[in-house]
């Protein structure tokens, strides 16, 4: 009974989306306070609603109620309690439940969040994310019902995959979709001003803490997915290209360069259709990156749903959203022109070109992921893009944004001081050039120009970033809490390209076999294998071997890698041994037992790899101290209602 | 500058950017897309002799064989009807194995065998590549469902 009740919870939750939809836009329309103050007493009782579908999934799991197909398809009663619930959004059903549960929480944050926001701004915005919830409802409950019974409940049920039984995928989805929601807001933001008409300073201060928000946990869930790709997978990759990664990597680059397009029309004033648009653009690719994960059109490890019906329903949801948004835009746009210039050397250039540069790298990636898509569908063969494509066609753009950041972060806003940025800052590209030229060379013994540039692009841009910091700590200069955010996720980044460069440039990368008491010798540490035992888990069998690490004669590590093999699904899993320092990551994955008692191994050296992640966690803290700055702590202000007259 | 002067910039710069972008990918996935070809067009002899290709199938039973010791291997793809063995130096992933639908990317050798540089299987055990699953589709098999 209790799962049925999920389902009319889900359905109620539906209405009151249709209600939350509609009525605030219709109320803002009209100017009927009435109609408008409807939206935030109907997002409450939304979210209300899908939180109780959400327990009851839950409940389901952890209580093992077979009689429901996804909980049988997903989880098994030798599963870890905690695995039972990260299993709620282990597939397709219960992932979109967590993806609605994620809207209506950004909802009724904004609902809290917009109380010092004109009635009308507030009743739009809750009115639009209404109208996503409106969507992303009906595809739960026509398409991916989680709440579906089987006719005859299983004694036990198939588990959840076991790559999926780790704690990064825990935290890992959530966070993605956290960001992934969360870039609804900018975009509700965005239409609510179209459709209002009115677009200044102000709207940009609403709109860009959010929109870093969104960025921030997306960010964090990014790092995470490949963090979790480098030790679960198994073989030592931090990034493969792959559609699905693409697909959460193209939103990224979007919201990147929207918050950075949103400081211009904060600052200044400008560039407000871009602004616009890069948020209708943010959110659609988030969009649809849903449709590819969910719709199974392409090859990937992520794509564990394939059902045509589904992929209509988002192809069509995704037309409807981006068809209206952009209609809107060529209605409204032309009308928000702005009339302030300023210098070319002068920040808002640096940004602009940040903007340019980000938005060909996402469309480049954009490209190669459907590319394969559009060929077949033409009937011209079936063709993979690689990741040399890819890497190619993102670090074209992304390597001249590395050197620009350190220049424009510096420079002033309109009339730009590229003379006094030379002379204050020029002995940083001193140090940076010497540093990639001697470093590499001293401490790996080679000379790469490749790497020499990507080094100095890295280190340009630490250097830049803590330039300003290291001044403002002897008193010589002095920043706000959202320049510090700034300056560290700028440094973040630059943590984030030394740490790709040196570990692509100079990782090691060794298949061999090996037996009892041999050893490999990789980068100057000896890895000798002591033996191989058997194991178990709580739903598992392994295969354990014990290699022990040696630097000359000293011993620093003993490594334990295993290849489990999980009996409900019958499915082998390499879990890597691996010893992680700041400076490189030695890895070590079995592969087949070879026959005669020796074993076919990986064993790896990734120097600076832990940089990568590293510099992402930097970027989000970054984030999240420019969101706390000061000015935008909740104001209550009634606004001049003359500065609409103004814009126009 | 000039509001003027200033969208002139911007729209050259997105000008600039598109015709980079255009002009960048064009190249690029012209000179490395990886094709996929049929087991049926391999036997026909429908494929480029010396650039690298994706084949697939399912490992035929039985057919995988290794030197005791050593890291080199053969093993046979099938699409139930024709047949191609793949040679392969390295480590294969953890869901390799017989009737286990796969795809490998190689070169076509001059004894017949492919030569694979890299074997792919996907992590689930019901996932079965969709080249894979066409191909089957089209020499009549159809995968048995699992409810």
Same mark, same amino acid.
């Given at each position: 009974?209790?799962?049925?009740?999920?389902?009319?919870?889900?359905?109620? @939750?539906?209405?009151?989306?249709?209600?939350?939809?509609?009525?605030?836009?219709?109320?803002?329309?009209?100017?009927?306070?009435?109609?408008?103050?409807?939206?935030?007493?109907?997002?409450?009782?939304?979210? +209300?609603?899908?939180?109780?579908?959400?327990?009851?999934?839950?409940?389901?799991?952890?209580?093992?109620?077979?009689?429901?197909?996804?909980?049988?398809?997903? =989880?098994?009663?030798?599963?870890?309690?905690?695995?039972?619930?990260? @299993?709620? /959004?282990?597939?397709?059903?219960?992932?979109?439940?967590?993806?609605?549960?994620?809207? %209506?929480?950004?909802?009724?944050?904004?609902?809290?969040?917009?109380?010092?926001?004109?009635?009308?701004?507030?009743?739009?915005?809750?009115?639009? *994310?209404?109208?996503?919830?409106? +969507?992303?409802?009906?595809?739960? *409950?026509?398409? %991916?019902?989680?709440?579906?019974?089987?006719?005859?409940?299983?004694?036990?049920?198939?588990?959840?995959?076991?790559?999926?039984?780790?704690?990064?995928?825990?935290?890992?989805?959530?966070?993605?979709?956290?960001?992934?929601?969360?870039?609804?807001?900018?975009?509700?933001?965005?239409?609510?001003?179209?459709?209002?008409?009115?677009?200044?300073?102000?709207?940009?201060?609403?709109?860009?803490?959010?929109?870093?928000?969104?960025?921030?946990?997306?960010?964090?869930?990014?790092?995470?997915?490949?963090? /979790?790709?480098?030790?679960?997978?198994?073989?030592?990759?931090? /990034?493969?290209?792959?559609?699905?990664?693409?697909?959460?990597?193209?939103?990224?680059?979007?919201?990147?360069?929207?918050?950075?397009?949103?400081?211009?029309?904060?600052?200044? +004033?400008?560039?407000?259709?871009?602004?616009?648009?890069?948020?209708?653009?943010?959110? =659609? #690719?988030?969009?649809?990156?849903?449709?590819?994960?969910?719709?199974?059109?392409?090859?990937?490890?992520?794509?564990?749903?394939?059902?045509?019906?589904?992929?209509?329903?988002?192809?069509?949801?995704?037309?409807?959203?981006? $068809?209206?948004?952009?209609?809107?835009?060529?209605?409204?746009?032309? =009308?928000?022109?702005?009339?302030?210039? $300023?210098?070319?050397?002068?920040?808002?250039?640096?940004?602009?070109?940040?903007?340019? *540069? #980000?938005?060909?790298?996402?469309?480049?990636?954009?490209?190669?992921?459907?590319?394969?898509?559009?060929?077949?569908?033409?009937?011209?063969?079936?063709? %993979?893009?690689?990741?040399?494509?890819?890497?190619?066609?993102?670090?074209?753009?992304?390597?001249?944004?590395?050197?620009?950041?350190?220049?424009?972060?510096?420079?002033?806003?309109?009339?730009?001081?590229?003379?006094?940025?030379?002379?204050?800052?020029?002995?940083?590209?001193?140090?940076?050039?010497?540093?990639?030229?001697?470093?590499?060379?001293?401490?790996?013994?080679?000379?790469?120009?490749?790497?020499?540039?990507?080094? =100095?692009?890295?280190?340009?841009?630490?250097?830049?970033?803590?330039?300003?910091?290291?001044?403002?700590?002897?008193?010589?200069?002095?920043?706000?809490?959202?320049?510090?955010?700034?300056?560290? @996720?700028?440094?973040?980044?630059? #943590?984030?390209?030394?740490?790709?460069?040196?570990?692509? %440039?100079?990782?090691?990368?060794?298949?061999?076999?090996?037996?009892?008491?041999?050893?490999?010798?990789?980068?100057?540490?000896?890895?000798?294998?002591?033996?191989?035992?058997?194991?178990?888990?709580?739903?598992?069998? @392994?295969?354990?071997?014990? $290699?022990?690490?040696?630097? +000359?004669?000293?011993?620093?590590?003993?490594?334990?890698?295993?290849?489990?093999?999980?009996?409900?699904?019958?499915?082998?899993?390499?879990?890597?041994?691996?010893?992680?320092?700041?400076?490189?990551?030695?890895?070590?994955?079995?592969?087949?037992?070879?026959?005669?008692?020796?074993?076919?191994?990986?064993?790896?050296?990734?120097?600076?790899?832990?940089?990568? /992640?590293?510099?992402?966690?930097?970027?989000?803290?970054?984030? *999240?101290?420019?969101?706390?700055?000061?000015?935008?702590?909740?104001?209550?202000?009634?606004?001049?209602?003359?500065?609409?007259?103004?814009?126009? | 500058?000039?509001?003027?002067?200033?969208?002139?910039? !911007? &729209?050259?710069?997105?000008?600039?950017?598109?015709?980079?972008?255009?002009?960048? !990918?064009?190249?690029?996935?012209?000179?490395?897309?990886?094709?996929?070809?049929?087991?049926?067009?391999?036997?026909?002899?429908?494929?480029?002799?010396?650039?690298?290709?994706?084949?697939?199938?399912?490992?035929?039973?039985?057919?995988?064989?290794?030197?005791?010791? !050593?890291?080199?291997?053969?093993?046979?793809?099938?699409?139930?009807?024709?047949?191609?063995? &793949?040679?392969?130096?390295?480590?294969?992933?953890?869901?390799?194995?017989?009737?286990?639908?796969?795809?490998?990317?190689?070169?076509?050798?001059?004894?017949?065998?492919?030569?694979?540089?890299?074997?792919?299987?996907?992590?689930?055990?019901?996932?079965?590549?969709?080249?894979?699953?066409?191909?089957?589709?089209?020499?009549?098999?159809?995968?048995?469902?699992?409810?």
């Amino acid at each position: 009974m209790i799962p049925e009740l999920g389902q009319i919870a889900l359905l109620i @939750a539906f209405m009151l989306a249709v209600v939350q939809g509609v009525m605030p836009l219709v109320g803002a329309h009209r100017n009927d306070s009435v109609w408008m103050q409807v939206a935030r007493p109907a997002a409450f009782a939304q979210f +209300g609603f899908v939180a109780i579908a959400f327990g009851i999934l839950t409940s389901a799991f952890i209580n093992n109620d077979f009689s429901l197909q996804y909980v049988a398809s997903n =989880s098994n009663t030798a599963l870890p309690l905690m695995f039972r619930v990260a @299993a709620v /959004w282990g597939a397709h059903e219960g992932s979109m439940l967590l993806w609605i549960l994620i809207l %209506s929480t950004w909802t009724i944050a904004v609902a809290f969040g917009s109380r010092s926001l004109p009635e009308p701004v507030a009743a739009r915005v809750i009115g639009v *994310l209404g109208l996503l919830s409106v +969507g992303t409802l009906a595809f739960t *409950l026509f398409t %991916s019902n989680p709440f579906l019974r089987l006719d005859i409940a299983p004694v036990d049920g198939r588990d959840l995959n076991p790559l999926l039984q780790d704690p990064a995928l825990v935290i890992h989805p959530p966070m993605l979709y956290i960001g992934y929601v969360g870039l609804s807001v900018a975009f509700a933001f965005a239409i609510a001003a179209m459709l209002s008409g009115e677009l200044d300073r102000q709207w940009a201060r609403w709109t860009r803490p959010w929109t870093t928000a969104a960025w921030v946990f997306l960010t964090l869930g990014i790092a995470l997915g490949s963090w /979790w790709a480098y030790y679960e997978l198994g073989w030592g990759g931090w /990034w493969f290209w792959d559609p699905v990664e693409n697909a959460s990597f193209m939103p990224w680059l979007a919201a990147t360069a929207l918050f950075h397009s949103l400081a211009v029309t904060e600052t200044r +004033g400008l560039f407000k259709s871009w602004t616009l648009l890069l948020a209708i653009m943010a959110f =659609s #690719l988030s969009l649809l990156g849903t449709f590819l994960v969910r719709s199974g059109v392409l090859v990937s490890v992520h794509a564990f749903a394939s059902d045509p019906a589904r992929g209509y329903f988002i192809l069509a949801f995704l037309f409807v959203v981006i $068809f209206c948004a952009l209609a809107l835009y060529a209605w409204r746009a032309p =009308s928000l022109d702005s009339q302030a210039g $300023f210098q070319p050397t002068a920040r808002e250039t640096f940004l602009l070109l940040n903007n340019v *540069l #980000l938005v060909v790298a996402a469309t480049l990636i954009l490209i190669g992921t459907l590319y394969p898509l559009i060929i077949e569908h033409l009937g011209m063969g079936k063709v %993979s893009v690689g990741p040399e494509v890819f890497e190619l066609v993102f670090i074209i753009p992304m390597l001249p944004l590395t050197f620009l950041i350190g220049v424009g972060m510096h420079t002033t806003w309109r009339t730009g001081n590229l003379d006094q940025v030379w002379k204050q800052y020029r002995w940083i590209g001193a140090v940076t050039l010497l540093v990639a030229i001697a470093g590499p060379w001293l401490f790996y013994g080679k000379f790469m120009p490749m790497t020499v540039i990507g080094v =100095s692009a890295g280190l340009w841009v630490i250097l830049a970033s803590v330039a300003t910091p290291v001044r403002a700590a002897f008193g010589k200069a002095t920043m706000t809490r959202a320049q510090t955010g700034m300056h560290l @996720a700028h440094l973040g980044v630059g #943590l984030f390209t030394v740490g790709a460069v040196v570990v692509s %440039s100079f990782g090691l990368e060794t298949d061999r076999a090996i037996r009892s008491g041999q050893s490999i010798t990789v980068a100057g540490y000896d890895i000798t294998m002591d033996g191989i035992e058997d194991g178990t888990g709580p739903n598992y069998v @392994a295969r354990r071997g014990t $290699f022990t690490v040696k630097q +000359g004669e000293e011993s620093i590590s003993v490594l334990y890698p295993e290849k489990r093999n999980y009996t409900t699904q019958v499915s082998e899993m390499t879990e890597a041994g691996i010893d992680a320092t700041l400076a490189r990551d030695l890895f070590i994955a079995m592969g087949d037992d070879l026959g005669d008692g020796s074993w076919s191994v990986r064993v790896q050296y990734k120097p600076m790899i832990r940089l990568i /992640w590293l510099g992402a966690l930097v970027m989000a803290f970054g984030g *999240l101290l420019a969101i706390t700055d000061v000015r935008y702590r909740a104001r209550v202000r009634k606004r001049k209602p003359a500065a609409k007259a103004v814009e126009a | 500058m000039t509001p003027r002067q200033q969208r002139m910039l !911007s &729209v050259g710069l997105l000008l600039g950017g598109l015709a980079l972008v255009s002009a960048l !990918s064009i190249g690029a996935f012209k000179e490395n897309t990886g094709f996929y070809f049929e087991l049926d067009q391999v036997a026909a002899g429908d494929t480029p002799p010396d650039r690298a290709f994706r084949v697939g199938g399912l490992v035929k039973e039985g057919s995988l064989f290794r030197e005791p010791g !050593s890291l080199e291997l053969e093993f046979t793809l099938t699409d139930t009807k024709n047949e191609l063995v &793949v040679a392969y130096t390295g480590v294969l992933p953890d869901l390799f194995r017989d009737g286990q639908g796969i795809i490998a990317r190689g070169q076509l050798g001059e004894d017949g065998r492919f030569v694979a540089e890299e074997v792919l299987a996907k992590h689930d055990e019901n996932y079965m590549p969709p080249e894979v699953a066409d191909s089957l589709e089209r020499q009549g098999y159809k995968p048995a469902e699992e409810g």
